[in-house]
């Protein structure tokens, strides 16, 4: 939905050179940008109106300026804000600082695709009130809004799952054969997790296991099996077919991993926080503070949980809790106040 707001004032000059920069290019597509409309917290950083109509806006840049990092809760306000805003009829559209300055050619792409998703909306025909539908659930249907949400961290990529064909199923196990079952279900273990590990690790030695008997329809696993399974993942090891760090199985040769997320759709799988590597979670916290420019420690914990889908519970936050400390510990990140960044900011 349009956002009219029965004319707002807005402010006459930009405040960073990045709103001046953004607000050129707007100009440059042949739109009218505006500076800081609105009133104090409720207000976008520039409105965007086009050029046959100068009594609607069509979209709201919202920004995050000089001051994002001011406080240690500015980023759970600037979201409260942003879902105000979008309540009031606003069409929203982030833009992050870093990666305006970064990537500006692509940022720009994205921001001329939002104002012609916007425009193009606008002309299509609204349907009467009498047909039943509300103009809240217009909006909820055909508001556009195009601010990144926070589990599309820049540089993650999605968590791509191995296609694993068994050559034999565990339906039923009758107990006379079960030493017959436990050496196929070995030969199984030799031949899909290598494969598993290749293609999604790092990965967590008992999250292969249930991806394992998952494939092989083995649910649940009695305990002769697990025992089985850890041990010919132990003897994998030791033959140089994979490597292990800790809990988790890694490919040979690598070192380092990014940040994989949940695909979107039926076929998505969120991992446990705990099936998740330290050196992801690592990973991730470092994006997510440098393209943030500092958060709180709650703020920062809520957002990698985000990143990865998990359910905020208390053994989530204290997976990443752990991991924050090791950073911190590490000088990975710093604290200043309240206040955590990357090293690389503080200095």
């Known amino acids: 939905m349009t956002s009219k707001l029965e004319k707002p004032e807005a402010e006459t000059t930009h405040q960073s050179e990045i709103e001046k920069e953004v607000a050129e290019e707007i100009r440059r597509l042949n739109y009218v940008a505006l500076p800081h409309v609105g009133e104090s917290s409720l207000r976008v950083d520039i409105g965007v109106k086009t050029t046959d109509d100068p009594d609607r806006f069509i979209l709201g840049i919202i920004l995050d300026g000089d001051g994002y990092a001011s406080t240690a809760t500015a980023r759970d306000r600037d979201r409260l804000r942003a879902q105000v805003l979008e309540g009031m009829g606003w069409n929203l559209h982030r833009i992050w600082s870093p990666e305006w300055v970064q990537r500006r050619s692509t940022e720009l792409e994205r921001l001329t695709q939002a104002l012609k998703r916007v425009e193009t909306w606008e002309k299509l025909p609204r349907k009467p009130k009498s047909q039943g539908t509300t103009q809240k659930k217009r909006r909820l249907e055909h508001q556009k809004v195009t601010e990144r949400r926070s589990d599309e961290l820049p540089g993650s990529e999605p968590y791509r799952r191995a296609s694993l064909e068994p050559s034999h199923t565990f339906n039923k196990i009758p107990a006379s054969q079960r030493e017959l079952y436990l050496n196929l279900y070995r030969l199984e273990v030799r031949t899909l997790l290598p494969k598993l590990v290749h293609a999604e690790g790092p990965i967590h030695i008992e999250y292969a296991f249930k991806r394992l008997n998952k494939a092989v329809n083995l649910r649940p696993a009695p305990s002769s099996f697990h025992k089985t399974y850890r041990a010919t993942a132990e003897e994998l090891t030791k033959k140089g077919r994979f490597m292990r760090r800790g809990e988790f199985l890694w490919p040979n040769g690598v070192t380092a991993v990014k940040v994989r997320v949940p695909i979107n759709g039926p076929e998505a799988e969120v991992r446990p926080i705990e099936y998740v590597s330290p050196e992801e979670i690592e990973t991730a916290m470092l994006h997510i503070l440098g393209y943030s420019m500092g958060l709180s420690r709650e703020s920062l914990i809520k957002e990698t949980a985000n990143i990865f889908r998990a359910r905020q519970t208390l053994k989530t936050n204290r997976v990443l809790e ?25 200095q």
């Open 322 to 346: 752990t991991e924050l400390e090791k950073m911190l510990e590490g000088n990975k990140i710093t604290r200043i106040g309240e206040t955590l960044s990357t090293v690389a900011k503080a």
